[in-house]
């Protein structure tokens, strides 16, 4: 008897550690089946070190590949102050992101900086009859996620996420007319209004002089507010004599 026990003993303090280790990628569908937003197929590897193709609906596709590099955090409040945080990455031929995400007992942080071309964005553009050329550059942000977040509204951003974009050529239709136009890089802020959604402000990179501010709000629709420097910017001068940081033009579509 007392040589089965040892053997039971021996077989779980082996055996149940190398199952957990073992644990197949494929369980992380779980997690992303509770995003209407996501999608993943292709899953390979362990559930600590692995892969799958991720399908964002209305947006890219691309190599999702995640590592475990931590499993505590000593600022956790959870039990044993386990926090398991992965090293992550998601790329394809537009975009090249990578992070670290910390997963917690009732949200999750996410760090991210990397690079996005701008083929990656022109399905959300498209509608605002505008396309551009050109890569912006997401600077190392730091995002808290509730597991239960419905809109952008519910993101925590620990500061403004910033968004440089390289400059370049643009085309645009304006008054029904084509137009195009070559111009210097741009910045944005993004942070949260809360109740309202996600607002965007944008300027040259040389100036914080505001060029427009969009906002996302929770319903899915997006108001755009120009103000008159924009358009001495992109060679239209406004017909009136506004102030050049003065609002002359508000536009509102639904893009979700």
Do not use: C
Not at 10 to 22: D, F
Not at 224 to 244: K, Y
């Amino acid at each position: 008897m007392k040589r089965f026990v040892l053997i039971t003993v021996l077989v779980l303090l082996v055996g149940l550690p190398l199952g957990i280790a073992s644990l197949p990628a494929s369980l992380a569908k779980y997690a992303v089946a509770r995003s209407p937003a996501v999608d993943a197929i292709r899953y390979g590897g362990s559930i600590w070190n692995g892969r799958a193709t991720i399908i964002i609906r209305g947006g890219p596709t691309g190599e999702l590949q995640w590592h475990l590099s931590q499993l505590r955090d000593d600022e956790s409040t959870a039990p044993l102050n386990l926090q398991p945080t992965f090293d992550w990455s998601f790329t394809n031929t537009e975009i090249q992101l990578a992070g670290r995400i910390g997963l917690g007992q009732s949200a999750a942080t996410l760090r991210t900086e990397g690079i996005i071309n701008s083929a990656a964005i022109a399905s959300v553009l498209n509608p605002f009859d505008i396309f551009l050329s050109g890569d912006f550059r997401l600077s190392p942000s730091l995002v808290r996620a509730p597991y239960n977040t419905r809109s952008l509204a519910q993101l925590d951003l620990a500061d403004p996420l910033e968004l440089t974009w390289s400059g370049g050529q643009v085309s645009y239709i304006l008054a029904n007319q084509f137009n195009q136009i070559a111009l210097p890089g741009l910045q944005a802020r993004l942070m949260n209004e809360q109740n309202l959604g996600a607002t965007a402000t944008i300027s040259p990179i040389s100036s914080p002089a505001q060029l427009l501010d969009l906002t996302l709000r929770t319903d899915g629709w997006v108001h755009i507010r120009l103000r008159r420097r924009f358009f001495d910017l992109m060679d239209q001068p406004w017909p009136s004599n506004q102030a050049a940081d003065e609002i002359v033009m508000e536009i509102e579509r639904q893009i979700l």
